[in-house]
């Protein structure tokens, strides 16, 4: 069966430092999405991404992130300089034609 | 932020017994619901959704009714299993908007 497929699992990084997180998205699907749970919290929104472009973003999402689509399976999120309540489990998902969005194993952040 | 609540942060059940977990939701403007199940360091797993045109959807031994008025969804799990225990997640979204909200998740467990 198809899943979304998330590298690294664990990213360890001093604050201030470059992270990429990487995701491989379910072959056909053309949806993509980045959430982050803070531990003991919800599952929080930050990016849609269709069609090689930001479709939506929450208030989370702000000049720190971006989010690109390299090639034809890579799906990426950068967060340009890390603060230490960027500490979170980040989940990558996405969607075919219908509305359920299928999500990855998540990779854990911690910013020290 | 509390458009998606789940008010029991947890729930046991007997094995072969039915389950049932809650959600209430305060945005009038969410039409499509899902049901996520989350074992400890994985990704939430796609269980079954349910469009606000339904009151019922069906899935092999998971159903989720929809009470519009009410602003309330809930799963039945029938019969329950010991593989069933998890912490399992409501979400909801707007038809046209990518963005799913979650609720904090109830956790189950399966008493054998």
Not at chain 1, 14 to 40: A, K, T
Request: proline share 5%; aromatic share 14%.
């Amino acid at each position: 069966e198809p899943e979304v497929t998330q590298t690294p699992s664990h990213q360890v990084t001093q604050m201030g430092q470059e992270v990429i997180l990487r995701c491989v998205p379910i072959s056909n699907h053309l949806y993509f999405y980045w959430y982050r749970q803070i531990l003991g919290q919800k599952v929080e929104f930050l990016v849609s991404f269709y069609n090689n472009e930001i479709s939506e973003k929450s208030e989370i999402f702000d000049d720190q992130f971006s989010v690109e689509r390299p090639d034809g399976s890579n799906f990426t999120l950068k967060i340009r300089s890390t603060k230490l309540e960027d500490s979170a489990m980040y989940f990558c998902a996405s969607r075919g034609q219908h509305y359920e969005q299928y999500f990855g194993p998540g990779t854990r952040l911690t910013v020290t | 932020d509390q458009q998606v609540k789940q008010n029991s942060p947890s729930l046991s059940v007997q094995e072969g017994r039915i389950s049932i977990l809650n959600c209430d939701y305060t945005n009038s403007m969410f039409d499509y619901f899902l049901w996520y199940k989350k074992y400890p360091a994985e990704g939430p797993t796609f269980l079954i959704s349910i469009s606000s045109i339904k009151d019922k959807n069906e899935d092999g031994r998971f159903t989720v009714f929809l009470n519009k008025s009410a602003k309330h969804l809930s799963l039945h799990i029938v019969p329950s299993q010991p593989g069933d225990s998890a912490v399992y997640f409501c979400a909801a979204s707007v038809y046209g908007n990518e963005k799913l909200t979650f609720g904090t998740g109830t956790r189950l467990t399966i008493i054998p």
